[in-house]
C-alpha cells in the first residue's frame, strides 16, 4: 500500500496510479477480452448449497464441505456469534439459522464453541419460529420444521389470468423464476433424501413468533385479506380436484424447461436454479435426464473454489464487469488500454439479446428485443441497466457497427415506464400490493423503476444526443428530479446506497446538459461534500437501507464508494474542489502493492434489507475510472464530463 498522505496529489503521481491500476486490471482480462470478478452474497448461498446436496441425497465430498465449512466460520462474527447480511453486519436470525443448519450437517459439533454461541443467539433472537419464509421452506423441506408455517403456494397461481390481482407477470423477473419450480415443491411437500435425517430441534424455543411484511402496505386491508386467503387457502389444501393440480404442476414444470438457461441456469440465480433441480428430482426425473442435469450443472458452475475455502456465488457478473471495466480503460487512455476496451467490446457484441422476446414482453409486447443480460446468458431476462452501460461504451468507442446501439436504444425506450423511469428488467412493475402476500415478507418480490437504473438510461439517451425536450427524456428528467431526497442525494436501489445512487443521476444530468447552477445538481453537490469522512474518502453502511429510509449512514471509506463520490462531484464539475482533491489522495493513499484497490465491505445491493453483495469487481474498475478521470480533467482546459458514465 502506498503511503503518500498529501491532500493534494500532484498529476504526476496521479498519472502513476493510473498507469499501474490499468497494467493490473489488463492482466485480469480474459484471454477471449472480458472480465468477470467473483461476486460473494452472504452466508446464506454457500450453506443452501451445502443443504442441497444433502437433500438431493448426492455422495459427501469431503474435501469441499470441509473449504465451506471454513468459510462459514471465518465470517461468523466475533461480537454477536451469529451471521449477519454483510460484512460487519448486525445479527441475522435467518442467514444464522441456515450457516448453523449447513454446518451441523457438515459434521461440526452442535457442542463445540461456535456452535454454541450461534445457538445462543438464534435463541435468543426467537429461534427457528423467528426465520423468514424462505428459511422456513428451507426447514420444512428436510423435515425440520413443519409446513403449516409455510405461507400456502397453490400451483394453480401459475393457471390465473393475467388480469387477476396476483399473477406472476406481475412479479419481478427473480420472484417468477424462484417462485415457479416452488409451487411444485410446496405442493408436494417432499422430504430430504439425505441419509443422516439430521435435523436442528435445538433451535426451536417453542414458542410463537410475530411476523411482520418488511414492505407492508400502509394499508393494512392488503395484508389482513392475503392472511385471510392464506388461512382459506390452508383449509381447502388436499381439496384441489386432481386434473386442475396436476395441470398446473405440468404447467410449472414446462414454465422451468423452458427457461433453463443451459449451463447457465433458470434466471441465472443461484435460488431458481436450486429450486429447479429440486424440482426435477421430485417429477422423478433421473439424474442423466436432460433438464435435470443441465440445471444440476448451473449451480456448480457458481462455485469459488480456493486452496482452503470455498463458497457459492448467487450468480455471476460478466457482462456487467466487462462493460464497467471497459470504460474504465478507455478514461485510461493510450493504444495498449484502446485495445483492450476493444476486445471487451467484441466479446460484448455478440451478447446482445436479438431473436428472443423474454418475460418482459407480457407488458411490452410490440418491442423489439435489443438489451444484454448482466449474466454470461439469460436471454429471458436482459436488463436495462446493463443495456445502458455497454451501448454508452460502444459509442464512447465510436464503433463502426451502429446496429447494436440503435436496438440497444430501442429496446430501452420502449421499457420506460409510465411515470417517466426504468426498472431493472420490466416496464410498470410496480404492483406494491404483493409485497404485503404472506411469502413476500422479504420486500422485494416487484421491480419498479428506480433513480439509479433510470439516471443510467438518461445518460445513455443523453450520450447520443436525445433531445433535452423530447418527451420521454422530459419524462424522465422530471421523474429523476421527484426522486431527489430532500437532503440532496438519490435512492441506489442496485448499490449501496445514497453515494451510489446521487454518482448515477449527477452523472445523468451532467450528460442531459444540467450544469453546476441547476439546484437538483447543487444540493447533491452539497451533500456529496457533507458526507465526505474525515480521512478524505467516503464511505456508506448497508443499515442506510433501514425501512424507515433514515438516509446516509456512515460507514469506513471504502474505495468503490469514495470513486462513485469523485464521479458525482465531477459530473457536477466539482473537478477542482478541495473534496474531489481529498478523495483522489486517499484513493491513492489505498491503492495496494498491485495497482488496484480491496474492500471487503459489501456495496453492492441485491435486495434493500434482506441481501447485499460483494462486488470483488467494484474497488478495481472503478477507483481507475475516477483516477483517470480527474487526471484528464485537471489537464484539459474544459471542466465538463463528456462520457455519460
Known amino acids: 500500500m502506498a503511503t503518500l498522505s498529501a491532500s493534494h496529489p500532484s498529476l504526476v503521481d496521479i498519472d502513476a496510479a493510473v498507469d499501474r491500476a490499468a497494467a493490473a486490471l489488463a492482466k485480469v482480462q480474459r484471454p477471449d477480452g472480458h472480465w468477470v470478478f467473483e461476486l460473494e452474497a452472504d452466508c446464506t448461498i454457500p450453506a443452501e448449497y451445502v443443504l442441497l446436496r444433502h437433500y438431493l441425497g448426492e455422495p459427501v465430498d469431503t474435501l469441499l464441505e470441509a473449504k465451506i465449512a471454513r468459510y462459514l466460520r471465518r465470517i461468523q462474527s466475533g461480537e454477536h456469534h451469529g451471521w449477519g447480511l454483510f460484512h460487519a453486519g448486525p445479527f441475522d436470525v435467518s442467514a444464522s439459522i441456515k450457516a448453523y443448519y449447513a454446518l451441523k450437517m457438515i459434521g461440526d459439533d452442535v457442542d463445540s464453541p461456535h456452535m454454541a454461541r450461534a445457538r445462543a443467539a ?3 433472537a426467537g ?98 385479506g392475503f392472511n385471510t386467503l392464506d388461512r382459506l387457502l390452508k383449509l381447502g389444501d388436499g381439496l384441489w380436484p386432481h386434473k386442475l393440480r396436476q395441470r398446473a404442476i405440468d404447467t410449472c414444470v414446462a414454465w422451468v424447461s423452458e427457461r433453463l438457461n443451459g449451463e447457465d441456469g433458470l434466471g441465472a440465480i443461484y435460488p431458481a436454479m436450486a429450486n429447479g433441480v429440486m424440482m426435477f428430482e421430485l417429477m422423478g426425473y433421473a439424474e442423466d435426464h436432460p433438464h435435470r442435469a443441465i440445471a444440476r450443472k448451473s449451480v456448480e458452475n457458481l462455485l469459488v473454489i480456493g486452496e482452503e475455502e470455498a463458497y457459492c456465488q448467487p450468480c455471476v457478473s460478466p457482462v456487467w464487469d466487462t462493460a464497467l471495466a471497459c ?13 483492450r476496451a476493444e476486445a471487451a467490446l467484441d466479446w460484448l457484441k455478440p451478447r446482445q439479446i436479438l431473436d428472443v422476446a423474454g418475460d418482459w414482453a407480457e407488458e411490452r409486447p410490440g418491442v423489439r428485443p435489443g438489451g444484454w443480460a448482466f449474466q454470461y446468458n439469460n436471454d429471458h431476462y436482459p436488463d436495462l441497466d446493463d443495456t ?21 436504444v ?27 402476500l404472506p411469502f413476500a415478507d422479504h420486500g422485494a418480490l416487484l421491480d419498479p423503476p428506480t433513480a439509479d437504473v433510470s439516471a443510467r438510461c438518461v445518460s ?44 448515477s443521476v449527477l452523472c445523468a444530468l451532467n450528460a442531459a446538459g444540467l450544469d453546476a447552477a441547476d439546484p437538483a445538481v447543487d444540493t447533491a453537490a452539497r451533500w456529496l461534500k457533507r458526507i465526505q469522512n474525515a480521512d478524505g474518502g467516503w464511505g456508506e453502511s448497508c443499515d442506510s437501507y433501514a425501512l424507515d429510509r433514515k438516509g446516509h449512514v456512515p460507514a469506513p ?9 469523485m464521479l458525482g462531484l465531477m459530473a457536477a464539475g466539482d473537478v477542482d474542489s478541495d473534496a474531489v482533491e481529498r478523495g483522489a489522495a486517499w484513493l491513492m493513499d489505498n491503492q495496494d502493492a498491485d495497482g488496484l484497490w480491496g474492500q471487503e465491505h459489501y456495496t453492492g445491493g441485491g435486495f434493500p ?29 474544459a471542466r465538463r464530463v463528456t462520457a455519460g458514465m
Open 327 to 339: 470504460h474504465a480503460m478507455m478514461e485510461a487512455g493510450g493504444e495498449t488500454n484502446a485495445a
Open 127 to 224: 429461534g427457528a419460529e423467528a426465520a423468514n419464509v424462505f428459511t422456513r421452506i428451507q426447514l420444512a423441506l428436510f423435515d425440520a420444521g413443519p409446513w403449516s408455517a409455510v405461507p400456502t403456494l397453490p400451483p394453480e397461481l401459475i393457471l390465473l389470468p393475467r388480469w387477476f390481482p396476483i399473477h406472476l407477470s406481475k412479479m419481478s423477473y427473480w420472484a417468477r423464476t424462484v417462485v415457479v419450480p416452488l409451487l411444485v415443491l410446496c405442493a408436494r411437500k417432499p422430504a430430504a433424501r439425505n441419509a443422516k435425517g439430521i435435523k436442528v430441534d435445538e433451535l426451536y424455543t417453542g414458542k410463537a413468533a410475530s411476523r411482520q411484511t418488511q414492505a407492508a402496505d400502509p394499508k393494512w386491508l392488503w395484508t389482513t
Open 410 to 436: 430501442e429496446w430501452t425506450v420502449g421499457l420506460q415506464s409510465i411515470n417517466g423511469g426504468w426498472g431493472a428488467f420490466d416496464a410498470d412493475n410496480a404492483y406494491d400490493y404483493l409485497n404485503n
Open 122 to 124: 438464534i435463541l435468543s
Open 460 to 503: 445513455m439517451l443523453a450520450q447520443l444526443g436525445e433531445p433535452l425536450d423530447s418527451p420521454r427524456m422530459a419524462a424522465a428528467l422530471d421523474y429523476l428530479r421527484r426522486e431527489q431526497e430532500p437532503e440532496g442525494s438519490w435512492f441506489g436501489r442496485w448499490g449501496v446506497n445514497h453515494i451510489y445512487g446521487t454518482w
Open 557 to 565: 471509506s471504502t474505495a468503490s464508494q469514495t470513486a462513485w463520490a
Open 609 to 637: 434489507r434482506v441481501f447485499y453483495l460483494r462486488y470483488h469487481g467494484y474497488p478495481k474498475y472503478f477507483p481507475l475510472l475516477a483516477m483517470a478521470r480527474y487526471r484528464n480533467l485537471k489537464r484539459s482546459n
Open 388 to 408: 445502458a452501460v455497454v451501448v454508452m461504451a460502444m459509442d464512447r468507442a465510436q464503433v463502426a457497427d451502429r446496429m447494436p446501439i440503435d436496438r440497444g
